[in-house]
């Protein structure tokens, strides 16, 4: 009877040590640095952004200590599956396809799909018959690009594929595409800040709308559900309002 309490009080106290260990790790952090306003590389070097001030704000909530990387977007997915990092904030959004391989948070926000366009352009609306015969850029491997070659691609738009935003924008702005599909978000500060001499938007792209959500891999329930509480704590503490709101002057929690 000794012997069986003694073992069963080791294993209580090791289950409690590992718990307490994996609650004390470090956790990493995977963003891209070249989403702005959500993720870009500052004059000093370091990464900011929406998605780096909610991933710190998030971490402060857990009382985790949380190291930020920096990795190119294509190398995000395998890059966690081979625990290079813990989770990915980078404005991923959750998709069937992506769910396949890696396991989401709740969101931390709701974007659509929008597409710019050069301010002399006479074009007049976003549908693939409207785009037919122009060439239209895209960030590859995002929602963008899949929706660009799903929809727009099938009805005679050449689509072109870029390994960053920033590439993409720079290709509108000296002429070599007809228009460019990105976040809304994304495209709205652009605009705003460097994009308005050149640019304008042309439209929202209907029912496109995604959720971007914190990228963890599969079977880390624990991780997962730190994240989704501490979500939910900032949300309903203000942090994350105040945050957004250096970036924004809409709600792009729940926006539609």
């Given at each position: 009877?000794?012997?069986?309490?003694?073992?069963?009080?080791?294993?209580?106290?090791?289950?409690?040590?590992?718990?307490?260990?994996?609650?004390?790790?470090?956790?990493?952090?995977?963003?891209?640095?070249?989403?702005?306003?959500?993720?870009?590389?500052?004059?000093?070097?370091?990464?900011?952004?929406?998605?780096?001030?909610?991933?710190?704000?998030?971490?402060?909530?857990?009382?985790?200590?949380?190291?930020?990387?920096?990795?190119?977007?294509?190398?995000?997915?395998?890059?966690?599956?081979?625990?290079?990092?813990?989770?990915?904030?980078?404005?991923?959004?959750?998709?069937?396809?992506?769910?396949?391989?890696?396991?989401?948070?709740?969101?931390?926000?709701?974007?659509?799909?929008?597409?710019?366009?050069?301010?002399?352009?006479?074009?007049?609306?976003?549908?693939?018959?409207?785009?037919?015969?122009?060439?239209?850029?895209?960030?590859?491997?995002?929602?963008?690009?899949?929706?660009?070659d799903g929809h727009y691609a099938p009805a005679g738009v050449e689509v072109k594929s870029y390994p960053t935003d920033d590439e993409a924008r720079a290709d509108l702005v000296n002429g070599r595409l007809d228009a460019l599909v990105s976040d809304k978000f994304v495209l709205t500060d652009w605009l705003e800040k460097d994009g308005k001499e050149c640019c304008k938007m042309l439209g929202d792209i209907a029912g496109t709308e995604t959720e971007a959500g914190i990228g963890i891999r599969q079977g880390d329930t624990e991780l997962k559900e730190r994240f989704n509480k501490a979500i939910d704590a900032i949300v309903a503490n203000g942090t994350y309002a105040e945050i957004t709101q250096k970036y924004f002057p809409f709600d792009i929690y729940a926006s539609k």
């Open positions: 009877m000794k012997k069986t309490l003694l073992l069963a009080s080791m294993m209580l106290l090791a289950a409690s040590g590992a718990a307490f260990s994996q609650e004390g790790a470090e956790i990493r952090i995977a963003s891209e640095g070249a989403y702005p306003p959500f993720n870009f590389m500052g004059s000093d070097g370091t990464l900011q952004g929406l998605d780096i001030d909610i991933a710190n704000a998030l971490c402060a909530e857990m009382k985790a200590k949380c190291t930020i990387v920096t990795q190119d977007w294509d190398g995000m997915i395998p890059g966690l599956i081979a625990k290079k990092f813990d989770a990915i904030v980078a404005s991923m959004s959750i998709t069937e396809e992506r769910k396949k391989q890696i396991d989401f948070t709740n969101k931390y926000y709701v974007t659509p799909l929008a597409v710019v366009v050069p301010k002399d352009s006479d074009l007049k609306g976003v549908s693939p018959e409207e785009l037919s015969g122009k060439t239209v850029g895209a960030q590859s491997g995002t929602t963008q690009a899949e929706y660009a």
